[in-house]
């Protein structure tokens, strides 16, 4: 079965500097990579996805890039802020009709230090 | 929408005993995932409901079973409890439309299972 692997497992960034959280997936099968952030005590939260045709997204501060020849996806947030401080997971999904399982990473807890 | 809801949202239960867990999902989203989370394992898969059967199961026990009832509400039982069960439940809801295409997976609040 699918096998994701995240790094790191915890990261602590001066605000206004960048993140960047990498995850490699072990299934070349797989094609749908979204990113959740879950802060203390609250549900996981999307916060970007990427599928497999597409090798970079951007929605605002936060990116994902994909190569799918090395099997890694990594997050980018930039500008960081104090409330992008929680832990982020990353998954792996082979997207097919009939297969709504996500494989999680081990996720990695953001301290953002004002 | 209203978004997904779990009840109960804290749980205490002794060994050997059994729990149900249900989820509420988004309106119109017709598959329920169920995972598992605890510090030491991550958030780990154990099943997934669309009209009424279970299409994916990751590994778990039989102890862990489900159901996903026609109005696409789901619950969960966990029977003969260990203490290793004790674990924040989610639940996932998503459309699940038939173009094929993996669908955002909306999170519940979670249940917070504790087995002493």
């Known amino acids: 079965g699918e096998n994701v692997e995240q790094h790191p497992s915890t990261l602590s960034v001066q605000e206004g500097d960048s993140a960047v959280i990498k995850c490699t997936y072990s299934d070349s099968a797989s094609n749908y990579f979204p990113w959740y952030k879950q802060e203390l005590g609250k549900r996981p939260q999307l916060i970007i996805d990427?599928?497999?045709?597409?090798g970079e997204k951007k929605d605002q501060r936060i990116a994902v890039t994909l190569n799918k020849t090395a099997k890694h996806f990594s997050l980018h947030i930039t500008e960081t802020q104090p409330e992008d401080s929680a832990v982020y997971f990353c998954?792996?999904?082979?997207?097919?009709?009939?297969?709504?399982?996500?494989?999680f990473g081990t996720g990695t807890r953001l301290t953002i230090i004002p | 929408k209203a978004g997904v809801t779990q009840t109960p949202r804290y749980l205490i239960k002794t060994r050997g005993q059994q729990v149900t867990l249900s989820c509420s999902p988004i309106s119109g989203h017709r598959s329920v995932s169920w995972y598992q989370q605890t510090p030491g394992q991550g958030l780990q898969f154990l099943f997934e409901?669309?009209?009424?059967?279970?299409?994916n199961k990751g590994n778990f026990p039989g102890r862990f079973s489900g159901r996903q009832f026609s109005n696409s509400r789901s619950e969960m039982n966990v029977s003969t409890l260990e203490l290793g069960d004790s674990a924040l439940y989610l639940c996932?809801?998503?459309?699940?439309?038939?173009?094929?295409?993996?669908?955002?997976?909306?999170f519940g609040p979670g249940t917070r299972l504790l087995v002493l």
């Open positions: 998954a792996a999904s082979t997207s097919n009709f009939g297969n709504e399982k996500l494989t």
């Open positions: 990427i599928r497999s045709n597409v």
């Open positions: 409901y669309f009209s009424e059967t279970q299409r």
């Open positions: 996932a809801s998503s459309q699940a439309r038939t173009s094929g295409l993996q669908e955002t997976q909306y």
